[in-house]
């Protein structure tokens, strides 16, 4: 699975699935070729080994043995695109999972909220105030952020971080009350 998210983030899925699926009965016999005896062994008093009838010493296989070669090519190009396609979501869900991780709460806070919160200024819970933020926090933590998200008194809406999810005005909320 690592080798196959390595040539994801190496190649691109375009080039990737390219190199996965190509035409089945090329490849097939190519690897037909690759596997095919080269020659024949033969002991003195016995029969030739490699040699089927009528092709001794021909470079082409028997069509049964191609078509055998064909179906199991065919069985893991299927499996390996399935493969990358699991693969290609579990990279989407891990890129997904890591942008809502990287949020900074705290960079937020100083873009955002610091100029009010930081000061007090308009009668802002300052930060690191746990008294204001006590009895802000009587009311519950839906109210906080039905404040957050809706403004309050002076306070713009959202706190000027039209950016911001609910979620991310939350974890701002989180980390004002956390100091």
Not at 80 to 102: K, L, P, W
Not at 146 to 171: E, F, Y
Request: aromatic fraction near 4%.
């Amino acid at each position: 699975m690592n080798i196959l998210v390595s040539l994801w983030r190496g190649f691109g899925a375009t080039a990737l699935l390219a190199a996965i699926v190509l035409p089945h009965s090329a490849y097939a016999q190519n690897v037909a070729d690759n596997i095919r005896p080269v020659g024949s062994v033969c002991m003195a008093g016995q029969p030739c080994v490699g040699a089927t009838a009528g092709n001794a010493g021909s470079s082409a296989m028997p069509a049964a043995t191609t078509a055998a070669v064909a179906e199991v090519v065919d069985e893991a190009v299927e499996d390996a695109v399935e493969v990358v396609a699991e693969a290609a979501e579990e990279m989407v869900a891990m890129e997904v999972a890591a942008a809502d991780s990287d949020f900074d709460a705290a960079g937020v806070y100083q873009m955002n909220c610091f100029a009010c919160h930081g000061t007090g200024a308009a009668g802002a819970p300052m930060l690191g105030d746990s008294e204001a933020w006590d009895a802000r926090m009587e009311k519950g933590m839906e109210a906080v952020m039905a404040n957050a998200i809706n403004g309050v008194g002076a306070m713009p809406a959202r706190g000027i971080c039209m950016s911001c999810s609910d979620d991310d005005l939350q974890q701002v909320v989180e980390y004002m009350l956390a100091q």
